[in-house]
């Protein structure tokens, strides 16, 4: 798969929490 640099920022939130977000969770942190 390719890193693209929306796939970095996914990957960070996803790095960032102990927590398993669901895809809105992510969208807001990224956003």
Known sequence: MK???QR???YRELASTE???D???IY???A
């Open 3 to 5: 890193a693209t640099h």
């Open 23 to 25: 895809v809105e969770t």
């Open 28 to 30: 807001q942190g990224v």
């Open 19 to 21: 927590e398993h977000p």
């Open 8 to 10: 970095l920022e996914i």
